[in-house]
């Protein structure tokens, strides 16, 4: 009786629909079946890669059913293959069958894009489907027009996740010029991209302002999500009872530490101005990585006869809370012309080792916003090698300061940057892509 009553008077209310709130009920319970889309994943070293493993762990307890599809390790990795078919607890991973081929040069890279999207269009054949939303990165930079083909033949809504910003990177590093065919194409296909995602991420507040510019139309649906790291991961050890320190002679001496990528869109000039003013005191830079300038300052470094540097490949994840925390300082760098284009994830893992930072970056950047709101470290211009250097023999003679800027660093990422907190903000995106109330 009491089930008839309340259908009546359901059904006799102009203003209520018993199938509205039925439908409104049966999306606050879904799962959300997610598609990710990203060229580089574990075991691949690529800090991208990282980052989404490291999301969609977080997104699974949260009702998200998820399968990524990926490709075989081909940017930075121990392993050459990895299998097909995976998966890590609920997690399907799908991996390419594409060959990598010549992953150190330019050319390679952009073939290996290629196939890698070819067969991410096969992949979608099957996979549109069986889930109800795509989650696409720009790893490779074109990847995201998958998206856009994906909704136009299969009407599958996506979500679009901007790690770096193209044409516009080839353009400030003169690769092309702004009125070359091939970067007004790039840009016209972002736009249609961007127009039809269902959500936008970017990086930080720069990225979206660049990214509204090119067009307008899409400001009400971008968001900043910053990146992360797990400070139950990577955490602070001490030099004295760290292997790695040991193992690369760096416990009794000040250490500097670079670790990531050094690409073109790096500073690495500022860094080598303050290593020639420290050359005779006891101070070690140490880089730890790849990318298109390593092998250009390893030269510059050999050409000086300095002897204060240490050049290290990427090392295993397991290995990173001892590598991250070998330093008494670490060092985050973006060049002037890439400060709306990219962010270097290297910061967050950074802040969580609880070391003091130096960001080299220009005056308006939000870096350092993020270093002066963290209390944490120190920011310097470009090119502004003794201001670093003056820096770095503030904290050789005061260690009580470095400690309270690494123990402030590690705080603000743990009140503003875990995998729990970003992780929130991602699904909180793909709720609003699918119009899935919050529960």
Known sequence: ????????????????????????????????????????????????????????KQLEPQGVQVEVFTSQPGYAFSLSTAPCLEHIDRIKIQRSRSAQLCPGRIRGKVVNGVLYTLRTLIYLLAACRRNDLLLVTTAPPFLPIVGYLANFFFKLPYVCIIYDLYPDIVISLGIVSKNHWVAKLWQAMNERVWLNAKAIVVLSPEMKQRVVEHCPQVAHKISVIHSWANPEFIVPIAKQENWFAWKYNLVNKFTVLYSGNMGRCHDIDT????????????????????????????????????????????????????????????????????????????????L??????????????????????????????????????????????????????????????????TPKIIAQQYLNVLREALNIKKT
């Not at 203003?15 to 997610?34: A, H, N």
């Not at 730890?288 to 250009?296: N, P, Q, T, V």
């Not at 002897?307 to 994840?317: M, W």
């Not at 809370?321 to 012309?337: A, K």
């Open 1 to 56: 009786m009491k089930l008839n009553k309340w259908i009546n008077e359901k059904v006799v209310s102009p203003s209520i629909s018993i199938g509205s709130e039925y439908e409104d009920c049966l999306k606050v319970q879904q799962s959300i079946k997610l598609s990710v889309i990203t060229q580089f994943f574990p075991p691949d070293y690529a800090a991208t890669g990282q980052l989404i493993e490291e999301l969609v």
């Open 271 to 350: 860094l080598l101005k303050a290593a020639i003013e420290l050359q005779y005191e006891p101070v070690q830079f140490v880089c730890i990585g790849g990318g298109a300038k390593r092998e250009e300052l390893i030269a510059q470094v050999n050409q000086l006869g300095l002897s204060n540097f240490t050049f290290l490949p990427y090392q295993d994840k397991k290995d990173l809370p001892y590598s991250l925390t070998s330093c008494d300082l670490s060092l985050v760098s973006i060049n002037p012309s890439s400060e709306s284009l990219v962010l270097p994830s290297k910061l967050y893992s950074a």
């Open 352 to 417: 969580s080792a609880g070391r003091p930072l130096a960001v080299v970056c220009s005056p308006y950047s939000s870096l350092r916003q993020i270093i002066a709101e963290a209390e944490c470290g120190a920011a310097f211009d470009h090119g502004d090698g003794h201001g670093l250097a003056e820096f770095i023999r503030l904290l050789q003679r005061n260690q009580q300061l470095g400690k309270q800027m690494g123990k402030a660093a590690r705080q603000y990422l743990q009140s503003h940057f």
